[in-house]
């Protein structure tokens, strides 16, 4: 039996199953940010398969790693990670946005799972940053990773919380920068030009790496590698996505940021998913 | 006072090591005896204050209880939204220390003064607003915010002005006035709270004026300021502080719902500050100096007093 499973391909957050989620509660909810969410799928996916631990799967265990989704917008996949992990029922994904329902349409601290209150940008990178400085005081073997957009790199509170990180050698913490190459009001090379992000990084005192963001394999390698170096700076990986990844309609196409599912794109943005079907 | 602020930081830090003060560059020689003492205690957050904020919750989030130490004029004004979301949305048990409030920094201009966080906190949900007036109630206050578990704003403004209290004041409990001045009662009383409770015991003496002190300004609860109205023909406010949003709203909240009175507001006009000068020189400017507010508390004196024989009561 064992023999059978290890030679299956993990199918806990697959991330067609979880694309699927997040369009149900989109269109239930008719909801925006359905790209937003789907740049940083396989990113989750890794995290909470691969990295992420939860001691008596307890969103609140003390002893637990902290994901940080400073990128607030994209909550929806991790509303998905969640069903999967049992923490939240699926009765919550068909009543999303219900009156009086508690899953909010960006990351708030409140609900159970969350870690910080996100969505103005620039405002979970520190409080990771707080996160990490804590447990590293106390000597917890505990990791912090906070997934950052890159629209969100336009804030100044993520360029100081990286100067406090590499200052006070914080080789707890690892930033993910969900780089899809679109914020709110167009590409992020128009609206306000990021230039070499690895660079930046790693010129503020980071241990960087790039990945494919959407090839699972290479950022659990990356990942890996990042903890593996053994230095005590921060790390930091930049992950190369596409907004909307998942289905080709939605793809690279900012609209998505902003658009809501009628029943005829929900219809096609779930036969698309079947259709490119990759991981199944 | 500054000395029983730094005083009472380090007795706290050195009973609870999980007290760690953050400080935006700031604090040079007021925190030497702490960073002598309790060097593990103390981190400069570099002049990065939205960051510092941030940080401070999150190490709330894994045990720690973080003092946050800052000019008023960045601490908390230039990180409302973070003391906001990051800290306040959550109950998070960080002291906010908002150092050289109102017109301290007379010279530099209005950069570096702050007469507009009292109301800036006190609209977030959750956080308790404190103001001392002298070195007895920043004791006192230092040891509610600990003892608070929860968000605290603590104004520290002019801090040179004489205490207001003969010895200290015990605890400080929510909502309460302490009363520092007995007076007449057929005259206006006058509420007032940090840098100003000693502007109105000078005017309070000079006209048997009731003065009260609001050391803590959120809560502020109606009993003791509707007492105070019952107590007094008309009350004055007194603020070092726009007369938007802070102490005089405050009571105006209070009385206009529970107990109708007149209330003057004696703050900062809507203005930021015009020319440089001595402290003196701005509360002049400002209309805040002794002489303004006596002229002013006289003339409210006349008003309520008129206003009394014309309807009858009192």
Redesign the interface.
């Given at each position: 039996m064992s023999v059978i499973l290890r030679n299956q391909p993990d199918q806990r957050f697959a991330p067609d199953r979880m694309r699927r989620t997040v369009l149900e509660m989109a269109f239930a909810g008719s909801t925006v940010h359905i790209a937003c969410a789907f740049s940083i799928i396989e990113l989750l996916t890794v995290l909470y398969r691969n990295h992420l631990r939860y001691p008596g799967n307890d969103p609140r265990a003390e002893g637990r790693d902290y994901l940080v989704l400073s990128k607030g917008h994209g909550v929806m996949a991790q509303y998905a990670c969640m069903l999967e992990l049992g923490w939240l029922d699926y009765s919550q994904i068909e009543g999303y946005f219900k009156d009086g329902s508690d899953l909010k349409g960006l990351s708030d601290?409140?609900v159970v799972g969350l870690?910080?209150?996100s969505g103005?940008l620039?405002?979970g990178?520190?409080?990771?940053?707080?996160?990490?400085?804590?447990?590293k005081?106390?000597g917890r073997d505990q990791k912090v990773y906070a997934i950052v957009g890159d629209g969100e790199l336009n804030e100044?509170?993520i360029w100081?919380?990286a100067?406090?990180a590499a200052?006070h050698q914080m080789d707890n913490l690892m930033v993910m920068v969900d780089k899809n190459g679109f914020q709110a009001m167009g590409p992020t090379d128009d609206v306000l030009a990021l230039g070499d992000l690895s660079a930046k990084f790693s010129s503020f005192g980071f241990e960087t790496l790039e990945a494919d963001g959407h090839d699972e394999a290479a950022v659990d390698a990356a990942i890996r590698q990042l903890w593996a170096t053994g230095t005590n700076k921060p790390k930091a990986l930049i992950a190369t996505t596409v907004k909307g990844k998942g289905v080709p309609f939605m793809e690279a196409n900012n609209l998505w940021h902003y658009t809501r599912l009628d029943p005829q794109s929900f219809a096609e943005a779930i036969s698309a998913l079947d259709r490119t079907g990759g991981t199944q | 006072m500054r000395e029983a602020f730094s005083n009472a930081l380090l007795r706290l830090a050195l009973a609870d090591p999980q007290i760690i003060l953050l400080t935006g560059d700031h604090g040079y020689a007021l925190f030497d005896e702490f960073r002598k003492r309790c060097p593990e205690q103390y981190i400069n957050a570099g002049i990065a204050e939205q960051n510092m904020v941030g940080m401070a919750a999150g190490l709330a989030r894994v045990g720690y209880r973080p003092f946050v130490y800052g000019l008023a004029a960045f601490i908390p004004i230039r990180t409302v939204e973070q003391i906001k979301l990051d800290i306040a949305h959550d109950d998070l048990p960080v002291v906010l220390l908002g150092d050289g409030a109102g017109f301290v920094y007379s010279h530099l201009g209005t950069s570096h003064q702050s007469t507009e966080d009292i109301a800036c906190t006190r609209a977030i949900p959750g956080i308790e607003v404190l103001s001392p007036a002298d070195r007895f109630e920043m004791t006192a206050a230092m040891n509610y915010a600990y003892a608070a578990h929860g968000p605290v704003y603590l104004r520290m403004g002019k801090s040179d002005r004489g205490d207001v209290h003969l010895g200290p004041t015990g605890s400080l409990k929510p909502g309460r006035l302490l009363k520092v001045r007995a007076g007449c009662a057929d005259r206006p009383g006058l509420i007032a709270t940090g840098s100003m409770v000693r502007a109105a015991v000078d005017v309070g003496q000079s006209l048997d004026l009731q003065v009260w002190s609001a050391p803590v300004l959120k809560p502020l609860h109606a009993d003791d300021v509707c007492a105070a109205a019952r107590a007094s023909n008309g009350l004055v406010t007194l603020e070092e502080h726009s007369v938007f949003g802070g102490l005089g709203a405050a009571v105006t909240e209070i009385t206009s719902e529970n107990q109708p009175t007149r209330v003057l507001r004696i703050g900062v006009p809507d203005r930021f500050s015009e020319h440089c000068g001595t402290y003196e020189y701005l509360l002049r400017e400002h209309g805040l100096d002794t002489d303004n507010l006596r002229d002013r508390i006289v003339a409210f004196f006349k008003l309520v007093s008129s206003n009394s024989k014309v309807d009858g009561s009192n």
């Open positions: 601290s409140r870690e910080v209150t103005s620039g405002h990178f520190s409080v990771g940053v707080g996160i990490a400085l804590g447990l005081r106390k100044g509170p100081e919380g100067l406090v200052h | -």
